[in-house]
């Protein structure tokens, strides 16, 4: 579907199921960051494998939802006005390129959902334990059903808080049952990590009613963490971490640091709060402002 973002027209895929009988309207999208390559292939592979006549409901999914970073194989931003797609929701229909793309996705995508599911995982420079992200609204019924689909999709932690201008924020605002979930990174796609974004996502997708609940259940019960704390650089250099993904730090802890390329510290990173870290940047190169890492707590 061609879509005109100002300065350039971009075609942006949607499968589209018509379930056989009356259901949930779901939306999921995936590719928000163009290299997330496994929820982009997870997202592809159940789409693609439903059969109309098992479901009640529909599903309108987006795989590739931001197609100029996927095809300039682009960390965080779009390539076209040098934006994060995920800051700007619900965009503007005469913005940026990128508060354009928002606009279209949420017109399209997210406000006509009952439930809406956006998959992700860590960037082209992340390492990222598995979790799943949702928002609390207020509204008990609301909370309920994102509750369930986070509980279904099984993965190692549960993180309860929202991110301004994020798609879920933006849907639970709309008071949407919404939920993130995060699976793998570093710009690969082993066969592992697609299974479990795909086997998580369709037994969401039968706690939504979309389709009959699969025979496996959750493999795990999620650990429920009340929000996490983002740690960025206050220099340009080299990161070296001192720290692992999923390893629980105490508050004051020193998780690693910035050096410039002679070896020099700029900046001595420690702990803010205890937690599990959740995502840790893996590449050498660093730039003032980036995410380092992000502690669940």
């Known amino acids: 579907m061609g879509i005109d973002l100002g300065p350039a027209t971009v075609q942006v895929p949607v499968i589209l199921v018509n379930g056989a009988r009356p259901g949930p309207r779901v939306g999921v999208t995936s590719g928000i960051h163009g290299a997330e390559y496994v929820a982009i292939a997870a997202l592809r592979r159940v789409a693609m494998s439903l059969d109309p006549a098992e479901l009640a409901g529909s599903l309108v ?159 795990m019960a999620s650990r429920r963490l009340s929000g996490d704390v983002w740690l960025r650089s206050s220099a340009t250099g080299c990161f070296h971490p001192a720290v692992t993904v999923g390893e629980h730090v105490e508050t004051g802890q020193y998780v690693g640091e910035v050096q410039d390329v002679f070896g020099q510290v700029l900046q001595r990173v420690e702990a803010p709060v205890g937690g599990e870290v959740l995502f840790l940047v893996t590449s050498l190169a660093m730039n003032a402002g980036d995410p380092l890492l992000t502690i669940g707590a």
Not at 62 to 84: E, H, M, Q, T, W
Not at 122 to 150: H, I, K, Q, R
């Open 61 to 219: 999914a987006v795989p590739i939802a931001n197609p100029a970073a996927f095809a300039a194989r682009s960390i965080y931003l779009n390539p076209l006005d040098g934006k994060n797609l995920n800051r700007v929701f619900p965009g503007s229909p005469d913005g940026s390129a990128s508060e354009r793309l928002a606009n279209w996705l949420y017109t399209r995508v997210i406000a006509p959902s009952q439930r809406y599911i956006d998959m992700h995982c860590g960037d082209m420079n992340e390492a990222l334990t598995s979790f799943t992200g949702l928002e609390e609204t207020g509204d008990p019924a609301v909370d309920a059903v994102a509750l369930a689909m986070a509980e279904a999709y099984g993965l190692d932690y549960m993180v309860f808080g929202g991110l301004k201008g994020s798609t879920t924020t933006s849907a639970a605002e709309l008071g949407i049952p919404a939920l993130l979930g995060e699976v793998g990174g570093q710009g690969l796609w082993p066969e592992a990590d697609v299974a479990r974004h795909a086997g998580g996502l369709r037994r969401a997708l039968a706690a939504t009613g979309l389709l009959a609940a699969p025979a496996d259940a959750p493999p």
